[in-house]
């Protein structure tokens, strides 16, 4: 029986990330006018970081940690104690860590302009989050501000900014924890 030609939409469809950046690399490597095109449709993509929308992902996202998993996930259990506090921090963190992670991967490409809105949509997001009054929040009071802090931090260690550019992104910061 003759073998089944996959069409390019489904081959696109089944294809990991790995194996399209290997696909790339070959066809780079075939053409440097074909190496040029690669470098300006992913310059494209990689470069589009909106803070509001790292803000708004990150806010929606930490919405939706729910009290009730909280407290079916801590107090007493099978192997022992689990204190309310460490578990709300947990779950808060689980969700800002991918995003922190993403904006150090950033400034490792030297995509420091996008690393630094990253980063501001990351507070932004956390601060919104902060001042939303959900339940869940009222089990990490202090630690939104913390976390705020903590990003800028890791942010400042990585960058190649200017000290002005880097104190304008301070002021935010200072200004999101305490609102």
């Not at 689990?82 to 150090?104: C, R, S, T």
């Amino acid at each position: 029986m003759p073998k089944k030609k996959l069409t390019f939409d489904k081959l696109m469809e089944i294809t990991d990330g790995d194996q399209c950046r290997q696909c790339l690399r070959y066809l780079a490597g075939s053409s440097p006018e074909i190496a040029k095109k690669i470098t300006k449709c992913l310059e494209k993509r990689v470069r589009l970081v909106d803070r509001d929308e790292v803000a708004d992902n990150l806010y929606n996202d930490l919405h939706c940690l729910d009290v009730e998993e909280l407290w079916d996930h801590s107090g007493r259990t099978r192997d022992g104690y689990v204190d309310v506090n460490e578990k709300a921090y947990e779950m808060f963190y689980e969700l800002v860590e991918p995003v922190i992670e993403e904006m150090k991967r950033l400034q490792e490409l030297l995509l420091f302009d996008e690393a630094r809105e990253y980063c501001i949509g990351i507070m932004q997001g956390i601060a919104d989050f902060n001042k939303c009054g959900s339940e869940f929040s009222d089990w990490i009071t202090d630690v939104p501000e913390d976390v705020i802090r903590e990003t800028f931090d890791t942010w400042k260690k990585g960058d190649k900014s200017s000290p002005d550019e880097q104190a304008e992104v301070e002021t935010l910061c200072q200004v999101l924890i305490r609102r």
